[in-house]
């Protein structure tokens, strides 16, 4: 069946930085569009990046130019490189392969 593995949440300072890593199986993977979700306490699952099969991608408008969504086929994982932190990026971060498989999500913090 489908995995995906979040890895690399935690506590920075604002103005920091995370990588975060989604390791999947189960799936063709370089054949499948990968995305990033993030919930905030009370707030809904919302598309912060995504990135096709042929490496097209797309980002929310609130992490454009602070945010890079990548892939390595070799090593069926996809990365969220999360730069210039802000407070209101706190939220927990899950993986999705956009065919109804998600992982357990990892969380990520914002304080000072």
């Known amino acids: 069946q489908v995995r995906l593995v979040e890895s690399g949440g935690g506590l920075v300072q604002p103005g920091g930085s995370l990588r975060l890593s989604c390791a999947a199986s189960?799936?063709?993977?370089?054949?499948?569009?990968m995305g990033w979700y993030r919930q905030a306490p009370g707030k809904e699952r919302d598309l912060v990046a995504s990135i096709s099969a042929n490496y097209n991608t797309n980002y929310a408008d609130s992490v454009k130019g602070r945010f890079t969504i990548s892939r390595d086929n070799a090593k069926n994982t996809v990365y969220l490189q999360m730069n210039s932190l802000k407070y209101e990026d706190t939220a927990v971060y899950y993986c999705t392969n956009f065919g109804g498989s998600w992982g357990q999500g990892t969380q990520v913090t914002v304080s000072s």
């Open positions: 189960g799936i063709i993977f370089r054949f499948t569009s």
